[in-house]
């Protein structure tokens, strides 16, 4: 059927994007098989990472305006995130693809 490539075609674009993310993130262990589930979660801990770096960086440090508010999905610095586990278990939480999202590594 006409849908079968086209699904192929995703599955190929998600597997290259996964392999970018591999090469992109220095914690990631490369020579350790992980699962797409580990390398998310490796994503999300280096960003979150970089993002305390930038707000404790000394040249940042000086009087700035208060940070614009957190969406619902956002975990200030500090405070743990939901597990990837809980998120995929909530239908409402858990969707990824929203009307309007696009693949930012093609």
């Known amino acids: 059927s006409g849908e079968e490539p086209a699904a192929l075609c ?3 674009d998600m597997n290259d994007c996964y392999s970018r993310l591999r090469k992109l993130v ?3 262990p490369p020579n350790k ?8 979660q490796h994503v999300i801990d280096y960003i979150l990472d970089l993002q305390l770096a930038l707000e404790t960086h000394p040249a940042l440090l000086r009087p700035q305006p208060p940070p614009p508010a957190l969406h619902a999905g956002s975990c200030p610095a500090g405070t ?3 597990p ?3 998120l995929n278990a909530d239908p409402v939480r858990g ?3 929203k009307p309007g999202d696009s693949i930012l590594c093609r």
């Open 10 to 12: 995703l599955q190929c």
């Open 26 to 28: 220095p914690t990631i």
């Open 33 to 40: 098989r992980v699962s797409k589930v580990e390398i998310l």
């Open 80 to 82: 743990p995130r939901t």
């Open 84 to 86: 990837l586990t809980a």
């Open 95 to 97: 969707s990824v693809n």
